[in-house]
C-alpha cells in the first residue's frame, strides 16, 4: 500500500469517529463477558483445588495422629513442661496473672483436635491434676463453622471451688486495686473459656492451635532472658575484675622497678665510698 493511500484526512477521521465509539464499546462488553467467562473456570479450579488440599490435609492429619500421642506420653515425663510453654510464648504470657500461673502448674496435658470435617472446626482439651481452682479434670473448648459459614464456639463450664474462681478475682482485684497500682494484672487465662463473643476472631485459639501445638518444644526451650543479662552482667563483672588485677601488676612492676633502681643506687654509693677508702 502507497504511503498516498494509507493516510486518511482529519474530515474522514471525525465522520468514522462515531461508527469506531460504537464499535468500541461492543467489543469491550463481549471482552467483559468473556473475561467473565474465564473467571468462572479460575473459580472452579480453585475450589476443585481446595477440596484435593482438604482431603490432603484430612490425610496427613491422619498420619500425624500416633506421632502426636507418642508426644504427648513423652511431654508427660517432663514436670511443669506446658506452663512453662505458655509464659515463654509472648501472646499467651500476656494473658498470665500470676494465679493463672499457678493453676496452670497442674496442666499436665494439651490436646488439638481437628474435626474430620477440617473446615468445620477444632476442639482445644486441656487436661488437669486434682488442684484447689476447680472441680473439672478436663476443660475444653470447641470451634464450629456451620453450613452457612457463621464461626460459633462452646466450652466446659468450669467448677470452681469455693473462693477460688480466678475470672471474679481478677476482676475484683483490678477494681480495687488499679488505682495504685501502675501495671494492673491481665484478665484471667480462664476467662477464655467463657467468652464466645467473637469466636471467628480468637486469638488465643488460633495461637494455640496453629502456632503452639505443632511444636511446643520450641517454646518451652526458649531461654530465660533474665538468665542470660544476669550472665552477661558477671561475665562484666569477671572483666572489671581481671583488668583490675592487671593493673594492680603492672603497678607492682613499677614499683619494684623503683626499688630496683634504688638498690642499683645504693650499691653504686657503697662501692664509691670502698674507692675512696
Not at 484435593?52 to 500421642?69: G, S, T
Request: charged share 40%; no cysteine; net charge negative.
Amino acid at each position: 500500500m502507497s504511503a498516498s493511500a494509507a493516510k486518511v484526512s482529519k474530515k474522514e477521521l471525525n465522520s468514522n469517529h462515531d461508527g469506531a465509539d460504537e464499535t468500541s464499546e461492543k467489543e469491550q462488553q463481549e471482552a467483559i463477558e468473556h473475561i467473565d467467562e474465564v473467571q468462572n473456570e479460575i473459580d472452579r479450579l480453585n475450589e476443585q483445588a481446595s477440596e484435593e488440599i482438604l482431603k490432603v490435609e484430612q490425610k496427613y492429619n491422619k498420619l500425624r495422629q500416633p506421632f502426636f500421642q507418642k508426644r504427648s506420653e513423652l511431654i508427660a515425663k517432663i514436670p511443669n513442661f506446658w506452663v512453662t510453654t505458655f509464659v515463654n510464648h509472648p501472646q499467651v504470657s500476656a494473658l498470665l496473672g500470676e494465679e493463672d500461673e499457678e493453676a496452670l502448674h497442674y496442666l499436665t496435658r494439651v490436646e488439638v483436635t481437628e474435626f474430620e470435617d477440617i473446615k468445620s472446626g477444632y476442639r482445644i482439651d486441656f487436661y488437669f491434676d486434682e488442684n484447689p481452682y476447680f472441680e473439672n479434670k478436663v476443660l475444653s473448648k470447641e470451634f464450629h463453622l456451620n453450613e452457612s459459614g457463621d464461626p460459633s464456639s462452646k466450652s466446659t463450664e468450669i467448677k470452681w471451688k469455693a473462693g477460688k474462681d480466678l475470672t471474679k478475682r481478677s476482676s475484683q482485684t483490678q477494681n480495687k486495686a488499679g488505682k495504685k497500682r501502675q501495671h494492673e494484672e491481665p484478665e484471667s487465662f480462664f476467662t477464655w473459656f467463657t467468652d464466645h463473643s467473637d469466636a471467628g476472631a480468637d486469638e488465643l485459639g488460633e495461637v494455640i492451635k496453629d502456632d503452639i501445638w505443632p511444636n511446643p518444644l520450641q517454646y518451652y526451650l526458649v531461654p530465660d532472658m533474665d538468665d542470660e543479662e544476669g550472665e552477661g552482667e558477671d561475665d562484666d563483672d569477671d572483666d572489671e575484675e581481671e583488668e583490675g588485677l592487671e593493673d594492680i601488676d603492672e603497678e607492682g612492676d613499677e614499683d619494684d622497678g623503683e626499688e630496683d633502681e634504688e638498690d642499683e643506687d645504693g650499691e653504686e654509693g657503697e662501692d664509691d665510698d670502698g674507692d675512696d677508702d
